[in-house]
């Protein structure tokens, strides 16, 4: 975008230009918008409202304080779409219907910008309006997050003094109170034996933000409010592990298109007054300020100026099917700060930089270990798995890198197809590769992550990670009553510079290492038996690059007892000292695998039974 804001006017001007190249495409009655051919699967009408409503969670904050001047347009497109009888209506909203997303950001409206989206209509467009927004107190929702879609539009039509529904709002906020687990840590949606809903980014960006705004909003509901608040505060002390010194956010889990909705979190603390005593104003606004910025600079643009679908840069490949090109923009969530004064200490503070944090950090609310190489340069974790409907390459990898990002998979079969890149994927043909979908036995002791796997019936697979930075290790125990392949990849790695001289990929001597103008990554084999290969990945698949090379081990298993082991590295610099040369050992005797630092330190200890 070639914008750097730091100052609140700054960034009040980069809000407005985000929004503005959505209007050149407005339908004539300013009620729909469409920026490109690519669809979702909802129809077209809910999609084309998505544009309208979410360019909204940007507008809305920035017209509190400031001047823009799109509302007449805005209002036009709202009375329009809200009015049955006019071309451009967003139609009628059932059970579950992705129209009830999209309300949420129009309650917020009324809530706090009423002059312009509000007091402007004349009695018979805001009956209209009440009556359009009611419809999500009379729908099944999904129960999860959008409930709180129920409570932003009836919040709005309250603060109004239009007609609203109190009780739906008290018992959807009562339902999603019951889905806090401790300590700030929510699901996005029930969680329990045989119903466990996955720890991801719908934590800060949806489940603890619209806390937040309630919180802000609610008027008399202090005890919630507070509730809200502290246990904002508590997470706050704990989502800071996820950002590295430049801002960048380890990506995880679905929805990452909506890209810096990842600093959300952050203004929703300031938009509610909800800072913790342990992190200051000025590490708030930090945080906040520089996953904007390092967002804003990089290719996530079209050539109008529009958010593409992707993550670091357009691919389809990493989306999902409840993506629209208007989905992006849910992004402008990161903007409340807006709505604040200019003599709000979160602007009045100096950006600070994180405050210090370990190397490692164990979060077992969210199966995670956070590790911090190389003076912070290679943020990563390494994760148990979670079961998911939205990619399991999205939940199941060994190791998520805010440097590296992770892969999906390609439709291609084969070997190196699969996104294997922090994986041990299995074959049965040397065609289809299985990696962990589902995971039973996990568990953290310590900084020691285990879980077991079973990609098929009589083919069984446990698993224990560690760090070891720069490295982290894995040990795999593999029993099968079958012959199977495997093939163990390392961080992807940017393949930009191989048309000249700078690429460089070892593989022999039981690893394979390549390096490239945008740093190093490598595999080593524990015991020395499996086959090096630097292999190129299927194109687009990668969060980070769309052409990236995995380091990989692969090797091919009788029936019987197999132990596998690893060492795993990667650095944004080319010039990493380590070459393939962890120093750490593996030994495997009949009670099992121990893998130790040079030093001594047992790193792993995992038993040969089924402990």
Same mark, same amino acid.
């Given at each position: 975008?070639?914008?750097?804001?730091?100052?609140?006017?700054?960034?009040?001007?980069?809000?407005?230009?985000?929004?503005?190249?959505?209007?050149?495409?407005?339908?004539?009655?300013?009620?729909?918008?469409?920026?490109?051919?690519?669809?979702?699967?909802?129809?077209?009408?809910?999609?084309?409202?998505? =544009?309208?409503?979410?360019?909204?969670?940007?507008?809305?904050?920035?017209?509190?304080?400031?001047?823009? =001047?799109?509302?007449?347009?805005?209002?036009?497109?709202?009375?329009?779409?809200?009015?049955?009888?006019?071309?451009?209506?967003?139609? /009628?909203?059932?059970?579950?219907?992705?129209?009830?997303?999209?309300?949420?950001?129009?309650?917020?409206?009324?809530?706090?910008?009423?002059?312009?989206?509000?007091?402007?209509?004349?009695?018979?467009?805001?009956?209209?309006?009440?009556?359009?927004?009611?419809?999500?107190?009379?729908? +099944?929702?999904?129960?999860?997050?959008?409930?709180?879609?129920?409570?932003?539009?009836?919040?709005?039509?309250?603060?109004?003094?239009?007609?609203?529904?109190?009780?739906?709002?008290?018992?959807?906020?009562?339902?999603?109170?019951?889905?806090?687990?401790?300590?700030?840590?929510?699901?996005?949606?029930?969680?329990?034996?045989?119903?466990?809903?996955?720890?991801?980014?719908?934590?800060?960006?949806?489940?603890?933000?619209?806390?937040?705004?309630?919180?802000?909003?609610?008027?008399?509901?202090?005890?919630? /409010?507070?509730?809200?608040?502290?246990?904002?505060?508590?997470?706050?002390?704990?989502?800071?592990?996820?950002?590295?010194?430049?801002?960048?956010?380890?990506?995880?889990? !679905?929805?990452?298109?909506?890209?810096?909705?990842?600093?959300?979190?952050?203004?929703?603390?300031?938009?509610?007054?909800?800072?913790?005593?342990?992190? $200051?104003?000025?590490?708030?606004?930090?945080?906040?300020?520089?996953?904007?910025?390092?967002?804003?600079?990089?290719?996530?643009?079209?050539?109008?100026?529009?958010?593409?679908?992707?993550?670091?840069?357009?691919?389809?490949?990493?989306?999902?099917?409840?993506?629209?090109?208007?989905?992006?923009?849910? /992004?402008?969530?990161?903007?409340?700060?807006?709505?604040?004064?200019?003599?709000?200490?979160?602007?009045?503070?100096?950006?600070?930089?994180?405050?210090?944090?370990?190397?490692?950090?164990?979060?077992?609310?969210?199966?995670?270990?956070?590790?911090?190489?190389?003076?912070?340069?290679?943020?990563?974790?390494?994760?148990?798995?979670?079961?998911?409907?939205?990619?399991?390459?999205?939940?199941?990898?060994?190791?998520?890198?805010?440097?590296?990002?992770?892969?999906?998979? $390609?439709?291609?079969?084969?070997?190196?197809?699969?996104?294997?890149?922090?994986?041990?994927?299995?074959?049965?043909?040397?065609?289809?590769?299985?990696?962990?979908?589902?995971?039973?036995?996990?568990?953290?002791?310590?900084?020691?992550? $285990?879980?077991?796997?079973?990609?098929?019936?009589?083919?069984?697979?446990?698993?224990?990670?560690?760090?070891?930075?720069?490295?982290?290790?894995?040990?795999?125990?593999?029993?099968?009553?079958?012959?199977?392949?495997?093939?163990?990849?390392?961080? /992807?790695?940017?393949?930009?510079?191989?048309?000249?001289?700078?690429?460089?990929?070892?593989?022999?001597? =039981?690893?394979?290492?390549?390096?490239?103008?945008?740093?190093?990554?490598?595999?080593?084999?524990?015991?020395?038996? !499996?086959?090096?290969?630097?292999?190129?990945?299927?194109?687009?698949?990668?969060?980070?690059?769309?052409?990236?090379?995995?380091?990989?081990? !692969?090797?091919?298993?009788?029936?019987? !007892?197999?132990?596998?082991?690893?060492?795993?590295?990667?650095?944004?610099?080319?010039?990493?000292?380590?070459?393939?040369?962890?120093?750490?050992?593996?030994?495997?005797?009949?009670?099992?695998?121990?893998?130790?630092?040079?030093?001594?330190?047992?790193?792993?200890?995992?038993?040969?039974? +089924?402990?």
């Amino acid at each position: 975008m070639g914008v750097s804001p730091r100052t609140r006017t700054e960034f009040q001007r980069t809000a407005a230009q985000l929004i503005e190249p959505l209007f050149d495409h407005v339908s004539p009655g300013n009620a729909r918008i469409r920026p490109t051919a690519t669809g979702a699967h909802f129809p077209d009408a809910a999609a084309e409202l998505e =544009g309208f409503s979410r360019l909204l969670w940007g507008a809305v904050p920035l017209g509190v304080q400031a001047e823009f =001047g799109r509302w007449p347009q805005i209002r036009e497109g709202l009375v329009n779409g809200t009015d049955p009888e006019h071309e451009e209506y967003w139609g /009628a909203a059932g059970d579950y219907s992705q129209k009830h997303v999209e309300m949420a950001a129009i309650g917020v409206g009324l809530a706090l910008v009423p002059e312009h989206l509000w007091e402007p209509l004349s009695h018979a467009e805001r009956e209209r309006l009440v009556t359009w927004l009611d419809q999500i107190n009379d729908a +099944e929702l999904h129960d999860c997050n959008w409930l709180f879609f129920r409570v932003m539009v009836n919040r709005g039509l309250r603060s109004v003094g239009a007609p609203h529904d109190a009780e739906r709002t008290e018992s959807s906020l009562d339902r999603l109170e019951s889905f806090h687990r401790g300590g700030g840590w929510y699901t996005d949606g029930p969680s329990g034996e045989g119903d466990e809903s996955p720890v991801d980014y719908y934590l800060p960006w949806a489940m603890q933000f619209y806390g937040l705004l309630d919180a802000a909003m609610a008027d008399g509901d202090s005890e919630r /409010a507070e509730r809200f608040r502290a246990r904002a505060r508590e997470f706050a002390t704990q989502h800071v592990h996820w950002f590295d010194d430049a801002g960048r956010a380890i990506p995880y889990g !679905r929805s990452l298109t909506y890209r810096f909705a990842q600093a959300a979190f952050w203004g929703g603390l300031a938009f509610a007054d909800a800072k913790p005593d342990s992190l $200051s104003w000025g590490v708030v606004r930090g945080l906040w300020a520089r996953n904007v910025r390092w967002w804003l600079d990089q290719p996530i643009f079209t050539d109008g100026g529009l958010l593409s679908v992707g993550y670091r840069y357009p691919t389809l490949k990493v989306s999902e099917s409840y993506n629209s090109p208007n989905s992006p923009y849910w /992004a402008l969530k990161a903007f409340f700060p807006l709505a604040l004064n200019a003599g709000h200490p979160f602007w009045q503070a100096e950006e600070e930089p994180l405050p210090d944090l370990p190397d490692v950090t164990p979060q077992p609310e969210a199966g995670k270990l956070l590790c911090r190489s190389e003076g912070g340069e290679h943020l990563f974790a390494l994760s148990l798995p979670q079961t998911s409907v939205h990619g399991h390459e999205k939940y199941t990898k060994f190791a998520y890198s805010a440097r590296f990002g992770f892969s999906v998979a $390609s439709r291609l079969p084969g070997a190196g197809r699969g996104g294997h890149d922090s994986a041990l994927a299995l074959s049965l043909d040397g065609s289809g590769y299985a990696t962990p979908q589902e995971a039973t036995a996990t568990e953290m002791d310590g900084t020691t992550l $285990s879980f077991r796997w079973e990609p098929w019936e009589s083919v069984r697979v446990r698993t224990w990670l560690a760090p070891a930075l720069p490295w982290h290790v894995r040990v795999h125990r593999i029993e099968t009553d079958r012959a199977v392949r495997a093939e163990e990849g390392g961080f /992807a790695l940017d393949r930009t510079g191989d048309d000249g001289d700078a690429a460089v990929h070892r593989a022999r001597d =039981g690893a394979a290492v390549a390096r490239y103008p945008n740093g190093v990554s490598g595999i080593v084999d524990g015991f020395g038996d !499996r086959a090096p290969a630097v292999v190129e990945a299927e194109p687009n698949t990668n969060l980070y690059h769309p052409r990236t090379v995995v380091p990989t081990l !692969r090797s091919t298993h009788d029936p019987g !007892r197999h132990w596998l082991g690893s060492a795993v590295a990667a650095s944004p610099s080319p010039e990493a000292a380590w070459d393939a040369d962890p120093g750490i050992s593996f030994e495997t005797t009949d009670d099992g695998t121990v893998v130790e630092a040079s030093g001594g330190e047992t790193l792993l200890r995992c038993p040969s039974d +089924e402990r």
